[in-house]
């Protein structure tokens, strides 16, 4: 099946710094990839739509100028975090649609910020 | 919001046949029911989706309703591995329509 690889698989850093994360689709092309964040024992919560070639589309709630998302290529989209703090730490995970309508998710980025 | 209400947690024996069920009473005419799990630390892994009829893959099968409000996921037989938390989503099939979770049911199985 498709894979969506996500990297790192886990960051630790100092707080104020920033951190990226990539998330790639290794065996399709996609044009809409997703970034949500998840808290210890909570579901998965939407933060934003990352698209091809255009600006990101961002929830409600969430600030674009600290959750910089660049989707340069069909094939990769970043995530960074910018000037981090100990609340940001949480589970990052990405996803990308085939074109089989399936969504497939990489497979998570633990941030931990001291 | 999720559009989808599952019960918090079940429990099934190895084995056995795992049903979980999911109410998308909401649910509009070209939104399709996936099902996701996820494994602790884990990104969440496809199952199955489906739109009317029912569905059936090498993981699980997928029985919806006929007035589309509700659908249930078989798991025939439950393995330790298939303990994880289950979400159940509707999703439009658009490129850019959100795969929103809910709080997805956990289910334990034991030995």
């Known amino acids: 099946g498709a894979v969506v690889s996500q990297h790192p698989s886990w960051v630790i850093c100092k707080s104020g710094t920033s951190v990226k994360i990539e998330c790639r689709s290794l065996d399709f092309q996609a044009t809409t990839m997703f970034w949500y964040r998840q808290f210890p024992k909570q579901s998965l919560m939407l933060m934003a739509t990352?698209?091809?070639?255009?600006?990101?589309?961002?929830e409600q709630g969430v600030e674009k100028d600290k959750f910089l998302i660049n989707h340069a290529s069909l094939t990769l989209s970043t995530l960074t975090v910018t000037s981090a703090h100990p609340e940001d730490s949480s589970f990052y995970i990405c996803?990308?649609?085939?074109?089989?309508?399936?969504?497939?998710f990489g497979s998570g980025t633990q941030l931990s910020v001291l | 919001d999720a559009k989808t209400t599952q019960p918090t947690s079940m429990d099934c024996a190895e084995g056995r046949a795992a049903n979980l069920p999911c109410n998308h009473s909401?649910?509009?005419?070209?939104?399709?029911v996936y099902w996701y799990r996820q494994i602790h630390s884990q990104g969440p892994q496809y199952i199955i989706h489906?739109?009317?009829n029912n569905e059936t893959n090498e993981m699980a099968s997928l029985i919806i309703t006929e007035d589309r409000k509700s659908s249930t996921l078989i798991l025939p037989h439950a393995t330790l591995r298939d303990t994880a938390v289950y979400y159940c989503?509707?999703?439009?099939?658009?490129?850019?329509?959100?795969?929103?979770f809910g709080t997805g049911t956990r289910l334990q199985v034991f030995p």
């Open positions: 989503i509707v999703r439009g099939l658009y490129n850019t329509d959100k795969l929103i």
């Open positions: 909401t649910i509009s005419g070209n939104e399709y």
């Open positions: 996803s990308a649609r085939s074109e089989r309508e399936k969504l497939f």
């Open positions: 990352s698209n091809e070639g255009s600006k990101a589309t961002y």
């Open positions: 489906g739109l009317k």
